[in-house]
């Protein structure tokens, strides 16, 4: 029995922060889903930045999604004090019983000094006196590659005596019906319907996570002389539509792109609707997660213990280089990973194979 578990049953409204990437709010849904099963009754609040804010708009488990806009500071300093106080003042308003604060951002121990909840929860680990002492408790974290990120997340649940179910750890996005309609139009016009096409995203935010153009394009002609259709999708910056573009024109064959076309919700949606999903560890890949897709994923720096394919089936791909995973931006810091380079095209399409069966043998 843990000593210092809270009364749950005092909990009336609760704040959830997690002010980071996209991939890191997504991997924080299941912690919304456990309070509200767990708890009658309670309100499941978030803060994220406003950016993320579609990987849990519209989670059933959620009551209120509050954002902070990096954009802010254009606004100058009198512009952004204006805005922050607005959002400061809105949460000091839900009155709050539990902070939980699921990184190690300063942030985060300024609100719960400034909310006055009644418990508030963060990450154990050297961050100062402040951030100690603004916290009624601190949860364990298993570093070094050895404990999934959702895993880590619903640990500021146990450590206040709440344990989470099995069944209810998955990940949960929703697209909404207008993203889903438009990638079903976009599809269709191209000839490509529902279930029947391979969903390759080939970049990351982080370029240096990448496959090279070269052994991408070589993998979709692999794909695409068995007769696989191919959907690529990659975000609209300047670096990954580079990235696309050299794909494009090494392909043998034509594929379907819908590169730098999709929002956030309607990426969700074309992978929704895909039979598999292969991209690198990246945001939609843990898209891929939470709408069941199956997924072959290519780790390179990062670690796939900690941010792999979550509750879905998957095949990662890895070379063993001892020094993985380092977590830095390239080998020697020159923006290339040899780990993943060194990939070859037919160990993915292996990996896709026993995935996605020959359909005389499905």
Known sequence: MLKDAIDFSAVRRVLVI????????LLTSPVLTVLKNHVPGIEVDA?????????????????????IDRRWKALGPVGQLRAEWAVL?????RQYDLVIHLTNHKRGAWLARWLRPRWAVAPAGPFGKFFARSFTHRYAVVGGNRRHTVET????????????????????????????????????????????????????????????????????????????????TAAPSAEEMQCVEGILARLARPVVSLAGQLS??????????????????SVPMHLAAATGVPTVALFGPSGEVEWGPWQVPHRILTQPF?????????????????????????????????????????
Do not use: N
């Open 18 to 25: 997690k002010l980071r990437h996209h991939g890191d709010v």
């Open 47 to 67: 803060l994220v930045y406003h950016d993320t804010r579609e990987m849990l708009s519209d989670h059933p488990a959620l009551d209120r999604l509050f954002t």
């Open 89 to 93: 003042r809105a949460l000091r308003a």
């Open 153 to 232: 997340h619903l640990d500021a649940l146990r450590r206040l005596g709440l344990q989470p179910l099995p069944q209810e750890r998955r990940l949960v996005f929703v697209a909404d019906a207008a993203a889903r309609s438009r990638v079903e139009g976009l599809l269709q016009a191209q000839g490509v319907w529902p279930g029947g096409y391979l969903l390759v995203h080939p970049t990351s935010r982080w370029m240096f996570k990448t496959w090279p153009t070269e052994r991408m394009a070589a993998f979709i002609d692999l794909l695409t002389a068995r007769g696989i259709p191919v959907v690529l």
């Open 264 to 281: 956030l919700k309607e990426l969700g949606a074309a992978i929704a609707s895909a039979r598999l999903f292969v991209g690198m560890d």
């Open 322 to 362: 001892s020094c993985r995973p380092c977590g830095k931006d390239g080998c020697g810091g020159g923006k290339r990973s040899e780990c993943i380079d060194t990939i070859v095209p037919e160990a993915v399409l292996a990996a896709c194979e026993a995935l996605w069966p020959d359909e005389e043998e499905a």
